[in-house]
Every structure is written in C-alpha cells, then in structure tokens.
C-alpha cells in the first residue's frame, strides 16, 4: 500500500500518450491484414481482441485476470509474486472479506492451473515475496508489515526456518509497533537485506543464519537516507553485487554496496517506484503511479507498459478497469521465458500476465 500523497502527475499525460501510440501502432502491426496471428491469439478475459504494449523487442500481451482461481478463494490486495524452478507462480494477496478461503499464498502451474494454497497467518498482511535457491533448495522469504515479522518457509510452507521481528539490537526502535518490513533481498553469500517500508526506513542487514550485522539508510531525502523502502534487490547485472532500493517517497532508485556504502541514484523516468526484478541486462519496475516500467543495464529507460491515470480505480469493482492499463503495479517479476508477471494494489486483487511476442 502506497502513502496517501502518492498520486499520478501531470508528467503522466507525456508518457501515456506515447505509450497510447506505441501500443495502437503495435497492435495494427500485429493484426495486419490477415487478422490476429499466431503468436497473439490467446484469449483476454476482458473480452476484447489481444492487447499489445510496448514496442520493437519489448512487446507483449496483455492478459488480465490471469490464473484459474478457485471460487473459494478471493483476491485482496494482490501483493507478492515470484516463480521457482519448476516453472511454478505464487501471489501473494491480503484475502478480500468475502473469501471462503483465508489462505494468503496461492500457487500456479505455468499454464494458470490453480496448484494449491496456504498462508492464512498472512491474511491482511500479506506484503513482501521472495524465493531464493539455496544448495539446490527454494525457500519463500515473507514480510507481514501489520505484525512485523520476516519469515523464512519450505515452498508449501509447511517447514519454518525462522521468524523474525522488530531489530532491538539495532537500538533504532522504541518499540515493536515502529517496525514494518515490507521487502527483502537475499545476497550471493545467503547474507539478506530487509526494508523497513512502512516504518522508521531504514534497512537493516543479516547474515544467512539470521543474526544481525548492520543498519543503514534511515529515513530522509538526502544521498544514503530513503523515505520508504518499500522494494529491495540485489543486483547481479554489474561486475560486483549492489544492492538496490526502491526509495519511493522519494521517486527514486538508490544504489548501495552490500556493506552499506552509496552508490548513486536514478532518478529518471520513475514515479513511485515499487519493486524490480532482473532478467539478463533487464530491470521490470512495478511502479504504483499506474505503470510498468523497464530499464536496460545502464538504467536507462526501454519502455513503459500500461501507462494510466486511473490510479483513483483502485477500489472500484473489476467491470470499471481499463483493459490495457495498470491502476497500482506493486510487485512484478519476468519469468523463465521472459513474460512479465505484475500483481497490482487494487481492492479485488488483479494478476496480469504480459507474454512476450519478440
């Protein structure tokens, strides 16, 4: 969930009009004259033809609603997405208050089978997903900012490895009401990095048995402090590891060593940069101004996906969303074959599937 101040500027206009060209000018080319091709004839359950965004290398489908949920379960805030080895997606919701099913985590097969799902512990606070292979092992890494806790599971979640709540050590916190973690990331060394998003914005550092070793950041707009680090990753892009963050108060991505020194910033082409995950030289940003942005290896701006200014939907019913368009993109991952999955802040939940075309 974003601050109350968050919302679509006027830079939105630019940039969602050319999004609208690309997108019109890319799906003419896609349907041509011999009607809709191979390649984009999945079906969209918005009823309407095949959707395409983005443009040369970079295009893709767009399909909402993706995923066979069962009727006794309900979307809430759809929170977390990752995939494992196996091809396997999890999401991570809130739970809305008419679900039969309290179950937070809900589990995929790579064609949208519903799988199984579990977690009712994180009704309500269901935020932060992670899996990390471990010695040919996954394990699912889980931020509930309401309780304060980071925990470590089995995929089914059936083996705790650890538990974890507010840092005392850290001497950062009064008390365990000021802590809110809402992101992690783990390190090549198993060393893992938690954002303190909806807290006192710092980010504090733990070896791979759970013991701490540092804090930094700490809440502010100048270089080395963040306002709300909501989203946290290691990125393994570069010649050494860096740790980056989503510094979204702040509209901003900052770069850090994973011993805690700054790197630099980016601040371009962002609006409230949610999350990011990596694929090749690729960064997807879920951005919850209504957008999914991607940067090259430098950083740089490749495209954005969805632009809308329909940030105010979010709490309308699934019939009042604009297909194509994104409302509140929190969290969004590439899979093993380069489709993009984003998992959206909107009271009825909405998992959409990007499928790459190029």
């Known amino acids: ?8 500027d006027g830079q939105s206009q630019g940039h969602s009009r050319r999004e609208f060209l690309t997108t019109a000018a890319a799906t003419g080319a ?9 390649f984009a004839r999945t079906s969209n359950k918005s009823g309407l033809g095949p959707i395409v965004l983005g443009s040369g290398d970079h295009q893709y489908e767009c399909i909402h609603d993706w995923g066979d949920l069962p009727r006794s379960i309900r979307y809430g805030n759809t929170h977390g997405v990752c995939e494992d080895s196996q091809g396997r997606i999890y999401i991570k919701h809130t739970v809305h208050a008419t679900s039969d099913s309290p179950d937070a985590i809900v589990v995929f097969d790579p064609d949208g089978k519903f799988i199984t799902s579990w977690g009712a512990e994180f009704k309500g606070g269901a935020h932060g997903l992670h899996i990390n292979n471990e010695g040919g092992e996954e394990f699912l890494y889980l931020c509930d900012p309401p309780r304060g806790l980071v925990v470590k599971t089995s995929l089914d979640g059936k083996h705790e490895v650890f538990r974890l709540g507010v840092p005392d050590v850290s ?3 009064n008390n365990a009401g000021e802590y809110h973690p809402t992101n992690l990331a783990v390190a090549p060394n198993g060393d893992f990095y938690v954002g303190d998003g909806y807290g006192k914005s710092w980010i504090h550092h733990y070896n ?10 700490g809440p502010g707009n100048q270089l080395g402090q963040v306002s709300c680090p909501h989203g946290i990753m290691v990125d393994l892009r570069g010649t050494q590891p860096e740790l980056v963050v989503a510094d979204r108060s702040n509209r901003r991505l900052h770069r850090f060593s994973l011993d805690g020194r700054v790197l630099g910033l980016v601040t371009d082409e962002l609006r409230s940069p949610c999350h990011f995950h990596t694929r090749g030289s690729d960064m997807v940003i879920p951005d919850l101004e209504a957008r999914v942005t991607i940067f090259d290896g430098d950083n740089k701006l490749i495209t954005h996906l969805g632009d809308g200014e329909n940030y105010g939907l979010r709490g309308e019913p699934r019939e009042k969303f604009i297909p194509g368009k994104f409302i509140a993109p929190h969290s969004a991952i590439f899979d093993h ?18 499928r790459r075309l190029t």
């Open 30 to 38: 896609a349907i041509g004259l011999g009607g809709v091709p191979a």
């Open 1 to 8: 969930m974003p601050n109350a101040s968050h919302r679509p």
């Open 337 to 354: 074959s380069g489709n993009i999955f984003v998992v959206e802040w909107v009271e009825v939940g909405r998992v959409t599937k990007l």
């Open 208 to 217: 791979s048995k759970a013991e701490y070793i540092r804090s930094f950041g």
């Open 171 to 173: 001497g950062l916190y």
